[in-house]
């Protein structure tokens, strides 16, 4: 057991590094920051003296030493296009996003498994026929254009929603939060819509087709044979064994709605992280292009390490040293 | 639910109309007045603080924090500073936060060391005299103290901001995200990015010289350029200073809402590396062609810029034959006439100077930092392969555009540049004196001319307006007739506005808000 966990916590550890070294070496190509730093004014060797102090003329494997020195400790540095530290600019921005891939994933999640278990039970219904055929479009769409087509209809004709921004949010000990001002909870019903339409189609379908197969099982007859109502059979039986791979699915999604969230808040000009890494690249602004790119990678680690782990943990057969079991992990 | 979502909108939309909602791309980068010289920066900074000297919304330059100017030695200006003024603490405004401000905008790492860099002392002769002294004599030096807000001295102390925020520093300093100044409005809220607003300051001293009809300002960036015409049509916002071009028309048609247009201190150019050695980007072996004068003109008289004005700008921009905008000192409007289109004429002098057979060239082009840029570089493309000059486009993101102008790794390339002194000399400094690592930061162009290097050194210090304004037009002079530049059009800016809103429309795009009113 605990062989395992250090040798996945070591795997882990590379995969942070290797994200680290790309995303670094990638940097090389996006071009100069001195010149939207400075004003047009500046000399040229003001210009070399600058990038010299920021130590932009060291080699590529100095630089990426420094920041991986840096990183580890949590430092990431001076934003070239705000001059403040990295780290506090993703703090004040976290909120922001969290909140909106904790609405949208809730969002999904409910509607997902409602439409999903309705559109089974009543699979030749011409409304679980209209929502099958409904969701094909939500997959398909971009989502920047559903963010644009929802701002068009419902900001600009039907002028019920706001079409950008937070609305007013609350602090709370460091943390701004939008759940308790009627404007905050306006602003983010688009925005959430947009970002989590994809998910509940893909949770909604994943239900539909679950639920259909396990209401095909034995059991499921037998519950039938033995008089329970519809009811009980289809939400206490056939549902409960649905969502264990919904579970999952949800849980390795959560991961990608925050880091999918830049186009999402770059439409609606939700202050989020994502939004912040946008800016960032228009400006070559390196230090929080990294760190952005970090943190993501962090978190996708994180997550499939849990999953892992509990899987080990669920799973017996997984203890067994077996060639199989070692590409498993 | 949608009844509850309604009628919170509509509270909304009947807010106050004393309150200006406004949007553009991006936000001020700090509120840091010396750190950044940068357009939204700029603007936000001369809200919460003055200058000395203020330009007017016609560009002129008129009384701001100093009631009068002269210059009282060759080598020292004399400015009466005006009385009775407080900063937003209630705290006087003196001669000794002129002094301070100064030194503190003239120092690393502020970002405007160079636009005072001719300042040697600031002497505080008393509570309303400050006397500069000039390192030479520097006529413009009025002009170039309009970008320059005044700070307060006691409460920069006290705060630890005695010196400009710096990259390299490793921390923010206390006036990223507060300000004390005497502007006409004061800092309410600032949240970077997301939404700063400015209350109006109610003691200020221009309350009876100016409209003041804005009490309260919410600027919020909005990066998307749909969302932000959006948020126009939508009635969240009454001002946007940069709506997209291609939605102009769009917004013209619904009938509440207003674009105004009007020239911009901004030029569009192409340069040209004419140094005299073999360029990499053409396929000419062991000679650069645009060495030769005439392959300059030729490529000048190919390009139609009537045609790149009506089709690729849609109207929206203004053919010019220099690379300045005509309300600068010292705007050669003689000269301002552009080579006549005539692909005939380009193909002999083409002939003339051994290219009958044209050759091919790489032209660099930035995507996204002018209007349209990349589609003018498509046009010029297109118009110089009539005359059989095949260009290879190389259409980048700016930073790698003004990389490779930088590294002078050009040999044919699109620039744009304004000029905030509304000088000649600005032009001449940074586009035409030889490259030094001083002056000509922005001439990639590899032009060197002794008489224009000294033209430019003089006029930096000559006092006699007449003197100077002969040396700015011989600079002219030989500047036209070298076809360093060949000048496409001068940039058109469009504000749009909720019909009732007026903002007055400003050539250097920073909007003021003290000047906007609304109609009853």
């Known amino acids: ?329 | 639910m949608s009844l509850v979502l309604g009628s919170g909108l509509a509270l909304a939309s009947a807010a106050q109309a004393e309150t200006l909602r406004w949007a553009s791309q991006g936000d001020a980068l700090t509120l840091d007045p010396h750190a950044q010289n940068e357009g939204p920066t700029n603007t936000m900074s001369l809200h919460l603080h003055d200058p000395l000297v203020l330009r007017a919304n016609d560009m002129s330059i008129e009384p701001g924090l100093a009631t009068s100017w002269e210059a009282v030695e060759e080598t020292v200006w004399e400015f009466k500073i005006r009385e009775g003024v407080t900063f937003h603490d209630g705290s006087d405004f003196t001669a000794e936060d002129v002094a301070f401000s100064l030194n503190r905008a003239g120092t690393e790492p502020s970002d405007f060391r160079n636009y005072i860099s001719s300042i040697e002392e600031v002497e505080v002769v008393d509570d309303t005299t400050v006397h500069i002294h000039t390192s030479g004599p520097n006529p413009i030096l009025p002009q170039q103290l309009t970008q320059i807000s005044m700070m307060s001295k006691a409460w920069s102390e006290e705060n630890d901001v005695e010196t400009a925020q710096d990259y390299a520093s490793g921390e923010e300093n206390f006036a990223v995200r507060n300000a004390m100044g005497t502007g006409p409005y004061k800092l309410e809220s600032r949240e970077g990015d997301v939404r700063t607003v400015l209350v109006r300051n109610d003691d200020y001293w221009g309350m009876d010289d100016y409209p003041m009809e804005v009490e309260r300002i919410v600027y919020t960036p909005i990066s998307s350029d749909s969302t932000r015409v959006a948020a126009l049509l939508s009635g969240e916002l009454d001002f946007v200073l940069d709506p997209p071009v291609q939605d102009l028309e769009r917004l013209e048609e619904e009938g509440d809402i207003n674009i105004e247009q009007g020239e911009e201190n901004r030029t569009i150019f192409l340069g040209l590396n004419l140094r005299e050695e073999d360029s990499e980007y053409d396929n000419v072996e062991g000679e650069n062609p645009m060495a030769d004068k005439r392959v300059r003109e030729a490529m000048y008289h190919a390009i139609d810029a009537d045609t790149i004005q009506r089709v690729v700008m849609r109207g929206r921009s203004v053919p010019t034959g220099t690379i300045a905008p005509p309300f600068i000192d010292g705007y050669p409007e003689e000269l301002d006439e552009r080579l006549a289109f005539d692909q005939e004429r380009a193909r002999e002098l083409l002939a003339e100077a051994g290219y009958e057979d044209g050759f091919e060239i790489t032209l660099h082009c930035p995507n996204d930092r002018y209007i349209n840029d990349e589609a003018i570089c498509q046009a010029v493309a297109g118009m110089l392969g009539q005359i059989d000059i095949t260009v290879d486009l190389n259409s980048q993101t700016r930073s790698l555009h003004f990389q490779d102008i930088g590294n002078r790794e050009t040999g044919f390339y699109l620039l744009g540049w304004g000029v905030p002194t509304f000088d000649s000399e600005y032009v001449f400094n940074y586009l035409y004196h030889t490259d030094d690592g001083q002056r000509g930061s922005w001439n990639a162009t590899g032009f060197s001319n002794d008489r224009m290097d000294e033209l430019v050194q003089q006029m930096g210090t000559e006092v006699d307006e007449e003197t100077r304004n002969e040396m700015i037009a011989e600079a002219w002079e030989i500047a036209q007739s070298e076809v360093v530049y060949i000048p496409i059009h001068l940039q058109v800016l469009n504000w749009a506005t909720r019909e009732g809103v007026n903002v007055p429309l400003r050539a250097d795009n920073q909007p003021h808000m003290a000047t906007a009113s609304f109609d009853d």
Do not use: C
Request: proline residues 4%.
């Open chain 1, 1 to 329: 057991m605990l062989a395992f966990i250090v040798r996945r916590l070591l795997q882990s550890i590379v995969v942070m590094l290797v994200v680290a070294l790309i995303a670094f070496s990638l940097f090389n190509f996006v071009g100069d920051p001195i010149n939207n730093m400075v004003g047009q004014e500046a000399t040229t060797e003001q210009r070399a003296e600058l990038r010299e102090r920021l130590g932009l003329n060291d080699p590529i494997p100095v630089q990426f030493l420094r920041f991986v020195g840096n990183a580890a400790q949590g430092e990431f540095g001076i934003s070239y296009r705000t001059a403040r530290p990295v780290a506090d600019l993703i703090a004040e921005r976290l909120p922001a996003t969290i909140e909106l891939a904790v609405t949208s994933a809730a969002f999904a999640l409910s509607l997902g498994i409602v439409l999903g278990v309705y559109s089974a039970l009543n699979r030749y219904g011409w409304t679980s026929r209209f929502v099958m055929t409904a969701s094909l479009i939500g997959v398909s769409l971009p989502t920047f254009l559903i963010g644009i087509l929802l701002i068009w209809i419902f900001a600009v004709n039907l002028q019920w929603l706001p079409s950008y921004g937070r609305g007013e949010v609350v602090d709370l000990g460091g943390w701004r939060t939008g759940f308790l001002t009627l404007s905050g909870l306006q602003a983010l019903i688009l925005p959430a819509v947009t970002l989590g339409l994809y998910q509940l189609t893909l949770i909604m379908r994943l239900v539909r087709a679950e639920m259909l197969e396990v209401l095909r099982t034995d059991y499921i007859k037998f519950a039938r044979a033995r008089g329970l109502s519809n009811r009980a059979v289809n939400f206490g039986h056939a549902l409960k064994n649905t969502l264990v791979p919904v579970i999952t699915i949800t849980g390795l999604q959560l991961g990608s709605i925050i880091a999918f969230a830049i186009i999402t808040e770059t439409v609606f000009q939700w202050p989020g992280v994502g939004l912040l890494f946008i800016i960032a690249i228009r400006f070559v602004d390196i230090p929080v292009m990294a760190a952005y790119l970090i943190l993501i990678a962090l978190f996708f680690v994180i997550i499939n390490l849990i999953v892992d782990l509990l899987y080990y943990i669920v799973d017996p057969r997984l203890r067994v040293e077996t060639p199989a079991a070692r590409t498993a992990a």
